[in-house]
């Protein structure tokens, strides 16, 4: 394999990872910034649920095993087509 | 009691396979993905998990489910930049890698020195877990349950090897799981499995700020993430995996699992809070709690759980030390040519000396809440390792000074920030928005003065990312 075709795939590999990771790092890291900064939004409550409880103990799990499913399809595909 | 039975019938029945350091080490590469899934989990699901969130969330409320987030987290870090890189590099440990990537001694040794280091603050609170744990459960005195738990442990270890542990953290991780939930179950019935009439009774708990500012929160949460990437007791499972594939599909197994795991155990934290008010500790809500919707039959349970979780996490963390200290040290800089069965020799001791030192500090940090604790060790490791490894296997510019650089400056200004801490000096209790960024900056500025790049990068790239098919 030639040195270019390498580091294409190694290219894909690396964009694929970082996005996901960026928006899943995006995603937990805006939670402390919202709780400052958007008091009054994140204490909106669905039943005795608040948006910031919500956020923190579920969504910010079903987003990653979102991403996580993701990673997983995309990085097999690429590996088939090697 | 019958835990521990188990527990030590697994290592009695695992003795038979010891043959040669390599099974000692990694179990000869021969463990499935989805055992390994539960067993790795097992592992992770230390005190910090299981009793220490709970009580967290009992003492804080909101915030302590950082530690859940932030734990389960760097997860997803791992899997997206580490996970098939590490298995496909073949190397056994952090110093491994780091000594054979960059062709250098002087990096294995301080990268030995940073997973002792990581392996020292996270078996403290392991331990000030086990003397809360038996002390609630039995009612021993707490440096005698320290004490004993500490032989039991090390014990297991020298007599079973890493397969031993395997199987022991799978079991633990399923009886740990299911304690878990069927707590969590029980207090949520006595509430008409209406979990918002629960966090009703508990509401001034569920804001967040009740104990970390804005910037602590942010620190934590960062620390937490990218700390878990960098652990090398976690790390050093991978190296079970037969693939590359395999070891993605572990971790996605293992994110499942905690996954789960991390949503129930906020729950119990604010059930004990509705049943036991301020009757609680940081580090028993979570037994209490069992007692109070389970009676004495579930405490016993969750105790034996917590119990079987320390001795996997310790067990764990003695292995990596024992392979710091025997197989990157003593094989590379005391006796080269050691023959296999001296080295078994040496792993052994090594791993009753970690043992008894980590009785000592178990008896030292009494008090502390070993989340917290934890933390701290997350946050050297996010320091120390993750920017080295990032870096190593994504960025074909990095020299061997800059690796050298990363390492002494994450784990450097880690430890300073947290002693002084410590101390009162500042107010940062988790260094990682700080030594972070700046070991990933050192790398990068060393390694571009520098120019030096390994001769060989092509083929390490081509290995850790292209790799045979499997």
Same mark, same amino acid.
């Given at each position: ?82 | ?97 780091? /000594? ?173 809070? /509705? ?106 490791? /996010? ?88």
């Amino acid at each position: 394999m030639g040195n270019k075709e390498m580091d294409k795939i190694i290219k894909n590999k690396f964009r694929l990872s970082i996005s996901l990771g960026v928006i899943f790092l995006t995603t937990v890291l805006s939670l402390p910034i919202l709780n400052e900064y958007a008091k009054n939004f994140m204490q909106i409550s669905f039943g005795n649920f608040s948006i910031a409880y919500i956020y923190v103990a579920i969504f910010i799990y079903l987003i990653s095993w979102g991403l996580t499913l993701i990673y997983v399809k995309k990085t097999n595909e690429m590996e088939e087509r090697n | 009691m019958l835990i521990i039975g188990i527990t030590i019938g697994i290592a009695i029945f695992s003795k038979r396979f010891i043959t040669s350091t390599a099974e000692f080490f990694v179990a000869g590469r021969k463990i499935s993905a989805v055992q390994n899934a539960f067993a790795m989990s097992g592992d992770y699901m230390s005190a910090a998990s299981f009793l220490g969130i709970a009580g967290l969330v009992w003492l804080y409320g909101y915030d302590g489910i950082w530690y859940a987030a932030g734990f389960f987290g760097g997860w997803v870090i791992l899997l997206l930049f580490l996970a098939s890189p590490i298995r496909r590099f073949g190397a056994y440990t952090v110093a491994d890698f780091v /000594a054979e990537r960059f062709k250098s001694e002087r990096l294995r040794i301080v990268a030995t020195l940073g997973t002792l280091l990581i392996s020292v603050f996270y078996m403290v609170p392991q331990m000030v877990g086990t003397g809360d744990v038996l002390s609630v459960l039995l009612g021993w005195d707490y440096t005698m349950a320290v004490i004993i738990s500490g032989v039991l442990i090390t014990g297991y270890v020298m007599v079973g090897g890493i397969r031993a542990t395997t199987y022991n953290s799978i079991v633990q991780c399923v009886v740990l799981w299911t304690a878990m939930f069927v707590t969590v179950i029980l207090a949520l019935s006595r509430y008409g499995f209406s979990y918002g009439s629960l966090l009703a009774e508990v509401t001034e708990y569920t804001y967040p700020g009740k104990w970390l500012d804005f910037t602590n929160s942010f620190a934590l949460i960062l620390g937490l993430i990218l700390g878990t990437a960098g652990l090398p007791h976690i790390l050093v499972r991978y190296y079970t995996n037969p693939s590359g594939r395999a070891a993605r599909m572990t971790t996605v197994g293992a994110l499942f699992i905690l996954g789960s795991f991390y949503i129930m155990s906020p729950i119990a934290g604010f059930a004990t809070r /509705a049943f036991l008010g301020a009757n609680a500790g940081q580090n028993t809500a979570l037994p209490l709690l069992a007692e109070v919707v389970g009676g004495e039959a579930l405490m016993g349970i969750v105790c034996a759980g917590a119990f079987a979780a320390i001795l996997s996490t310790v067990a764990g963390l003695i292995l990596t030390s024992t392979g710091a200290l025997a197989h990157d040290f003593y094989m590379h800089f005391i006796n080269r040519n050691a023959s296999e069965e001296k080295q078994l020799k040496i792993a052994k001791l090594s791993a009753g000396v970690i043992g008894i030192f980590s009785i000592f500090t178990g008896i030292i940090f009494r008090g502390y809440n070993v989340a917290f604790l934890v933390g701290l060790a997350f946050s050297i490791a /996010a320091s120390t390792f993750f920017p080295v490894l990032f870096m190593g296997f994504w960025w074909r510019g990095m020299t061997e000074k800059g690796a050298l650089a990363g390492l002494l400056i994450g784990m450097i200004s880690s430890i300073s920030m947290i002693a002084t801490n410590l101390l009162g000096l500042h107010a940062l209790t988790n260094p990682s928005i700080i030594s972070v960024p700046l070991a990933f900056l050192s790398i990068y500025l060393v390694s571009k003065a520098d120019g030096k790049v390994p001769s060989n990068v092509d083929e390490f790239m081509y290995k850790v990312h292209i790799g045979e098919r499997e």
